[in-house]
């Protein structure tokens, strides 16, 4: 299983699915993170955490406690 947390600077994922429970997994999907969106990682910070990503247009930043519940795959390239 690969996690958002595994993913390099540079590359574009897809969402596959998200673990966690109650309040965790709520704040990740009103972050706008679900099934199925893609997630281009724009760049992680000196000390690897947080990550900043680009979501549905957005920059985003995500500790990566957050990144290791969203289950990705890699993207089609288009």
């Known amino acids: 299983m690969k996690t958002l947390k595994d993913v390099k600077v540079g590359e ?3 969402v596959v699915k998200l ?3 109650g309040p965790v997994k ?3 999907m009103d972050m706008g993170i679900t099934k199925g969106v893609e997630i281009f ?3 992680v910070a000196p000390l ?3 990550m900043e990503l ?3 247009g957005y920059e985003l930043s995500v500790r990566k ?3 290791e519940m969203i289950e990705v795959e890699a993207s089609e390239p288009s």
Do not use: S
Request: proline share 5%; charged share 40%; hydrophobic share 30%.
């Open 41 to 43: 990682v724009r760049k």
């Open 54 to 56: 680009n979501v549905r």
């Open 48 to 50: 690897g955490d947080p």
């Open 12 to 14: 574009t994922v897809t």
């Open 65 to 67: 406690a957050d990144a």
């Open 26 to 28: 709520r704040r990740i």
């Open 19 to 21: 673990h966690g429970e």
